[in-house]
Protein backbone atom coordinates (compact mmCIF):
# COMPACT_ATOMS: atom_id res chain seq x y z
CA UNK A 1 0.00 0.00 0.00
CA UNK A 2 1.51 3.50 -0.89
CA UNK A 3 1.40 6.49 1.25
CA UNK A 4 0.06 10.20 0.38
CA UNK A 5 2.40 12.73 1.41
CA UNK A 6 1.90 15.99 1.89
CA UNK A 7 5.21 17.95 0.64
CA UNK A 8 5.28 21.87 2.29
CA UNK A 9 7.99 24.69 2.14
CA UNK A 10 8.44 27.56 3.89
CA UNK A 11 8.70 29.50 0.85
CA UNK A 12 4.60 28.62 0.28
CA UNK A 13 5.15 25.70 -1.97
CA UNK A 14 3.41 22.45 -1.01
CA UNK A 15 2.07 19.43 -3.28
CA UNK A 16 0.36 16.69 -2.30
CA UNK A 17 1.99 13.35 -3.52
CA UNK A 18 1.34 9.80 -3.91
CA UNK A 19 3.99 7.22 -3.06
CA UNK A 20 5.58 3.93 -3.06
CA UNK A 21 3.84 0.86 -4.70
CA UNK A 22 -0.04 0.11 -4.71
CA UNK A 23 -1.35 -2.92 -5.93
CA UNK A 24 0.06 -2.64 -9.17
CA UNK A 25 3.55 -3.15 -8.03
CA UNK A 26 4.07 -6.28 -9.84
CA UNK A 27 1.83 -6.39 -12.16
CA UNK A 28 3.69 -7.19 -15.26
CA UNK A 29 0.49 -5.93 -17.67
CA UNK A 30 0.70 -2.45 -16.19
CA UNK A 31 4.19 -2.29 -16.52
CA UNK A 32 3.94 -3.20 -20.09
CA UNK A 33 1.75 -0.32 -20.81
CA UNK A 34 3.95 2.36 -18.93
CA UNK A 35 7.21 1.20 -19.95
CA UNK A 36 7.21 -1.40 -23.11
CA UNK A 37 10.54 -1.20 -24.09
CA UNK A 38 11.56 -2.21 -20.54
CA UNK A 39 9.01 -4.49 -19.70
CA UNK A 40 10.47 -6.64 -23.00
CA UNK A 41 13.91 -7.15 -20.96
CA UNK A 42 12.08 -8.36 -18.00
CA UNK A 43 12.27 -12.59 -17.76
CA UNK A 44 8.51 -13.17 -15.40
CA UNK A 45 9.39 -16.34 -15.51
CA UNK A 46 11.57 -16.06 -12.84
CA UNK A 47 8.61 -14.95 -10.54
CA UNK A 48 8.71 -12.30 -7.84
CA UNK A 49 11.95 -9.94 -7.17
CA UNK A 50 12.39 -9.10 -11.34
CA UNK A 51 10.75 -6.17 -10.98
CA UNK A 52 9.27 -3.68 -8.80
CA UNK A 53 6.80 -0.49 -10.11
CA UNK A 54 6.37 2.14 -7.78
CA UNK A 55 5.45 6.11 -7.18
CA UNK A 56 8.63 8.36 -6.69
CA UNK A 57 8.42 11.80 -6.45
CA UNK A 58 9.60 13.33 -9.20
CA UNK A 59 11.53 17.14 -9.91
CA UNK A 60 11.45 19.04 -12.81
CA UNK A 61 13.98 21.29 -12.64
CA UNK A 62 12.35 23.40 -16.20
CA UNK A 63 8.57 23.74 -14.69
CA UNK A 64 10.04 24.00 -11.22
CA UNK A 65 7.15 21.84 -9.75
CA UNK A 66 7.29 18.32 -8.43
CA UNK A 67 5.21 15.18 -9.19
CA UNK A 68 4.27 12.12 -8.58
CA UNK A 69 5.54 9.87 -11.08
CA UNK A 70 6.03 6.27 -12.37
CA UNK A 71 9.65 4.44 -11.73
CA UNK A 72 10.18 1.13 -12.64
CA UNK A 73 13.23 -0.78 -11.00
CA UNK A 74 14.21 -3.99 -12.35
CA UNK A 75 17.17 -6.22 -13.17
CA UNK A 76 18.71 -3.83 -15.75
CA UNK A 77 18.28 -0.97 -14.12
CA UNK A 78 15.51 2.11 -13.31
CA UNK A 79 13.18 3.51 -15.63
CA UNK A 80 10.85 6.65 -15.29
CA UNK A 81 8.67 8.50 -17.04
CA UNK A 82 8.82 12.39 -17.89
CA UNK A 83 7.60 15.42 -16.97
CA UNK A 84 3.92 15.09 -18.14
CA UNK A 85 4.13 18.99 -18.55
CA UNK A 86 6.98 19.97 -20.87
CA UNK A 87 8.15 16.33 -21.39
CA UNK A 88 11.88 16.87 -20.18
CA UNK A 89 13.80 14.19 -18.00
CA UNK A 90 12.48 14.44 -14.43
CA UNK A 91 15.12 14.75 -11.21
CA UNK A 92 14.01 11.67 -8.85
CA UNK A 93 14.26 12.54 -4.91
CA UNK A 94 14.73 10.11 -2.12
CA UNK A 95 10.90 10.80 -0.50
CA UNK A 96 12.16 11.56 2.72
CA UNK A 97 14.55 14.27 1.62
CA UNK A 98 12.83 16.16 -0.88
CA UNK A 99 14.06 20.03 -1.68
CA UNK A 100 11.94 22.45 -2.46
CA UNK A 101 11.81 22.68 -6.58
CA UNK A 102 11.07 26.88 -6.21
CA UNK A 103 13.79 27.92 -3.35
CA UNK A 104 15.66 24.92 -2.78
CA UNK A 105 15.01 24.62 1.00
CA UNK A 106 14.59 20.82 2.73
CA UNK A 107 10.66 20.91 2.47
CA UNK A 108 8.41 18.96 5.70
CA UNK A 109 6.03 16.32 4.81
CA UNK A 110 3.50 14.38 6.80
CA UNK A 111 1.64 11.17 5.72
CA UNK A 112 -1.80 12.49 4.94
CA UNK A 113 -3.53 8.85 3.89
CA UNK A 114 -3.19 5.66 2.02
CA UNK A 115 -3.44 5.12 -1.81
CA UNK A 116 -3.64 1.36 -3.93
Known sequence: MGVVR????????SKEICVG???????????????PQEAAMIDVSRGPGEFELANAVGECLSCKKLYATAMLTYKGGVATKPCPDCGK???????NNVNCPVCSELMNWQEVGLWD
Not at 89 to 95: A, H
Open 6 to 13: MYACGCGY
Open 21 to 35: SGMGAFNINLVKRLF
Open 89 to 95: PLMISDI
